[in-house]
């Protein structure tokens, strides 16, 4: 295989930076918008740089438009989505990928087709379940799915569970520890570069999660940030810069939570394999 020249490697990387710069230009507007003079950001020429900053579109967002319970509200609810689904994906793939029983295959086949149903096919028979149950305008729907575990995490983990030696679960069974251990002290630990990655994807889906929080809760002191967002601009008359500034406080926690976790989050993806 030739290797590409000088011109056309530049050539990609021109092309990838024009394409990265176009891509920030949505979001330094946001920040930018988010700093300025309330009625300034329709002005001709655009402000780009805005001067002074008015932090006070934050302070305002934060305390008068209640982020900060909101805040509060999608941390609650984004760790307990996390530490269910993470927990629950690694132990049903666990028992998928180590022990032989009759109908394994089918279970998993059974799992796997579930992905392909669009979600609002199981809305609204969902919706009522949780409805006969009493637990609209609560968090229930929101968590309780998660200890269930998700078909695309149990898929991820049992693949990188295939990807593991069998030996090492005879070995320690000869030793005498039971399957739980096993599964604790030893597969997990290695496991950690794919549970990093279906950490990082979990947080961002229960973090951006809107139409969920917007089908079951209806009390406003239960709103998390994307709903909060959602209903912003009619408590805020539509100013647009305290909308932005809403927007730059719902997106900084996936922004940190990627750039600190990318490194477990490729090598996660890239240690799964296709093993069948």
Known sequence: MTKPSA??????????????????????????????KPGNELTLPPELIPDPFHWSNYKNVWLEVNFFRYTLN?????????????????????GLAFFQFRGRNLIFLAMLGTMMLPSQITMIPTYFIWKNLGALDTYYPLILRSFLGGAFGIFLLHQFFRTLPKELYDAAWVDGANPWRIFCTIYLPLA????????????????????EPLIYLQSKDLYTLPLGLLF??????????????????????VLLVFLFAQKYFVQGVASTGLKG
């Open 74 to 94: 999608s941390l609650f609810v984004t760790v307990l989505d996390l530490v269910g689904m993470v927990f629950s994906c690694a132990l049903v793939a666990y």
């Open 232 to 253: 912003l601009k009619n408590e805020v008359n539509n100013r647009m810069t305290l909308i932005m500034a809403g927007a730059v406080i719902t997106i900084i926690p």
């Open 7 to 36: 011109a056309l490697l530049w050539t990609a990387y021109l092309v990838l930076g024009i394409g990265a710069v176009l891509m920030l230009i949505p979001f330094l507007y946001m920040i930018s918008t988010s700093l300025m």
């Open 192 to 211: 950690k570069p794919a549970l990093s990655a279906l950490a990082v994807f979990t947080f961002i889906s229960a973090w951006n999660n809107t139409l």
